[in-house]
């Protein structure tokens, strides 16, 4: 039956590739509440799609963007079938800065066989693998191979604030899953499908710095009070050593290194430095000495300034003290370092560092830990033989340096193992202009989805 699906999906091309581009003119960026309505939109159309499968739909309402929560009913798949879960996310990133765009973010538009689009990789474009590869079993077996369900949420690119309420609201149901299948990641690179085996978690901080209460002339005042842009960057120079490594005392204390075999397998994987460096337009690549750029990618924590802001940017000179100054720090983490305890440790480190001519205020915006997923599972076996029927190709097993909160909720609240079976490429500009997705990943993609269910409902 498989073979007839993967007939149908290629017959198809036409009306996914129409399907996913309505799906991604709908701006549904989490972070701005002029764009609630679009964000809820893009829920509905995920809603209404499913409904078109024959799942039993719902709309589960958060104070923010509302999660959907599909379910395959009994007579639209064999009895005794497995059950899993499939999770992903329909917000966005912001598409800003719009002027960088060659086509408009929200006017999904193709060019040299690949969709540019704010969400086409990241995840609309990858969630809609799966739902055509539902679709094509649907109306080619009449049933999907497995007790599927489908968890949407609207808020993965602001920190899944309420999805921990939502499962932990759902537990009886989702708990039956066997296990939780994500596409949210990248291929190792093209032609070389991956399947992901451990994120770095991230916490993340707003730092604000005050001083007098106005702006203030940097001829008349300067030299008599502290200038918070000064401090700051002084304060932020000293987040990291001569060698690259995080100053922050006791940011290092609970890592734990992956195994040697598995560094040594890293260091075999066809990663080509040469074309990283032409990619990201760098002189060359940087970072903690001692470590290969993959290893300072997908093992070694980070922390990193996101934004920095203070006093005048406007043209020509305005003689000014700044009477505040604020930076956005992101630390990616890694297996054993609990994010609790690295905030206290940069906290405690921020507040030794102050000076005491200035106002400190630390926000936490974000705070998730790493994840790391077994190797050795039929549902791992079962996604290795999908991609190789996708993408003709065997995967090659990778870990990523981004976070998806849910991996580790799943593992904590449930106890359930997540697959990370990614359909993107390491230059699709996720979260930058001219995000895009490749047609040979979707098309690929939802064959490797449909192939999954398959082997799935042999588990
Ligand atoms: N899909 C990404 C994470 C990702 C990207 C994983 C590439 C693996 C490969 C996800 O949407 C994301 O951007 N996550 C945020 C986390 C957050 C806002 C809490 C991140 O990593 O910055
Ligand atoms: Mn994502
Ligand atoms: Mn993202």
Known sequence: ????????????????????????????????????????????????????????????ATPRHPCVLATTPDDLCPPGAPTILFYGHYDVQPPEPLEKWISPPFTATVRDGKIYARGASDDKGQVFCHLAALMAWRQIAGEIPLRLMVLLEGEEEIGSINLADVIKDHVDELKTARVLIVSDSNQFAPGIPAITTGLRGLVYYQIELTAAAE????????????????????????????????????????????????????????????EFVRRLGVPQVSGE????????????????????????????????????????????????????????????????????????????????????????????????????????????????????????????????????????????NLHAPNEKFDLNCLYSGIRTAAALYDRLGGI
């Not at 679009?38 to 709309?59: C, H, I, P, Q």
Request: aromatic share 8%; hydrophobic share 45%; charged share 20%.
């Open 1 to 60: 039956m498989l073979d007839s699906v993967l007939v149908w999906i290629e017959k198809n091309r036409r009306a996914w590739l129409d399907d996913l581009k309505q799906w991604l003119n709908i701006a549904s960026v989490s972070a701005v509440s002029a764009h609630d309505n679009d964000t809820a939109a893009a829920a509905e159309w995920a809603m209404s799609y499913l409904r078109g499968v024959g799942l039993n739909v719902r709309r589960i």
């Open 215 to 274: 702006d203030l002339h940097s001829g008349v005042y300067g030299g008599a009070v502290a200038n918070p842009a000064n401090v700051l960057t002084q304060m932020l120079g000293r987040l990291h050593d001569s060698q690259g490594r995080v100053a922050v005392d006791g940011f290092y204390d609970d890592v734990v290194l992956p195994e040697e075999s598995i560094r040594r397998q890293w260091a075999e994987l066809p990663f080509d430095e040469n």
């Open 289 to 428: 000495a001692g470590f290969s750029t993959l290893e300072r990618r997908w093992c070694r924590p980070t922390l990193d300034i996101n934004g920095l802001t203070s006093g005048y940017q406007g043209p020509g000179a305005k003689t000014v003290l700044p009477c505040s100054a604020s930076a956005k720090v992101s630390m990616r983490l890694v297996p054993n370092q609990n994010p609790d305890r690295i905030s206290t440790a940069f906290e405690r480190c921020l507040a030794v560092l102050k000076p005491p001519g200035v106002r400190l205020t630390l926000t936490r915006l974000n705070a998730t830990p790493a994840a790391v997923t077994q190797i050795d599972s039929p549902a791992i076996t079962a996604a290795a033989a999908a991609l190789e029927i996708g993408f003709g190709k065997s995967p090659v097993f990778m870990r990523e340096g981004g976070s998806i909160p849910v991996v580790n909720w799943f593992k904590e609240l449930l106890g359930i193992d997540s697959v990370l079976i990614g359909f993107g490429l390491p230059d699709d």
